[in-house]
């Protein structure tokens, strides 16, 4: 008897404790704040479809439409159309160290001009340029696109490509954040002293890394599958809510 009395005035010492008027308020302004983070992530979400994810789309068609200026083009100087120029490399800067990585040409046009090129890495042209080259330049809406050099040909990061299913895995990790922050900020304003499991250790944080993960992967294989970019979030989201089921289930007490 005197074992369960103390058990029971130590449960009763630790449940004032933890319902506290403090940390109640704690808790209430926690979750404000993420409340405040979801709509954040929110708006970012929906200026990923409606802006972002639409404007790259139409440039890249815009880009893939685009036909060799004529001469009438040239001298009024239109950047709509693709226009070509020789240009003498003057140096080349094709570095990978750790996390740094810089794939660059200076290019020069007579005395007139003089500008630098960035690539995503280093092959296939840039690898063999030498300062004195000659190369080729294919530039559209004042930007070079291309550099080719006895047939071979490297596009710039300038280029428009049709990776549109990256933007719209971005969009829909920031919806699913946007709805983790909403869910984890209303239990807490609700529930102040009762919101577990929805914590950051550890179901919070297993779930964002886990929606991260999804999200790229399902985005980077739908750029290698070549499938239409809609078809990322009708992978995404099913997955990352069966990911935070699993994770809800493995963390449920067993009896």
Known sequence: ???????????????????????????????????????????????????????????????????????????????????????????????????????????????????????????????????????????????????AEDGVRQDTLEAPRDELQMNAAVGVLAGLVAAQCLVFGTVRLVRPQAHEPLTWEPYGRRLLFSVIGVCFAVGLSAVWARVPWWTVPLVAVPSAMGAALWFRVRLRPRR
């Open 1 to 147: 008897m005197r074992a369960r009395a103390a058990t029971a005035s130590r449960a009763w010492a630790t449940a004032r404790h933890t319902d506290r008027p403090q940390d109640r308020r704690r808790a209430r302004r926690t979750g404000v704040l993420l409340i405040l983070l979801s709509l954040a992530w929110a708006v970012a979400c929906c200026l990923v479809f409606a802006r972002w994810l639409p404007s790259d789309g139409e440039r890249y068609q815009d880009y893939r439409a685009a036909e060799s200026c004529s001469s009438g083009e040239l001298s009024r100087a239109d950047t709509d159309c693709l226009s070509t120029w020789h240009l003498t490399v003057e140096k080349t800067v094709n570095r990978t160290a750790g996390k740094e990585s810089v794939h660059d040409a200076t290019l020069t046009y007579r005395d007139s001009w003089r500008g630098t090129v960035h690539f995503n890495g280093s092959g296939p042209l840039l690898e063999r340029l030498r300062p004195g080259d000659r190369v080729t330049a294919t530039a559209w809406r004042g930007e070079i696109m291309v550099l």
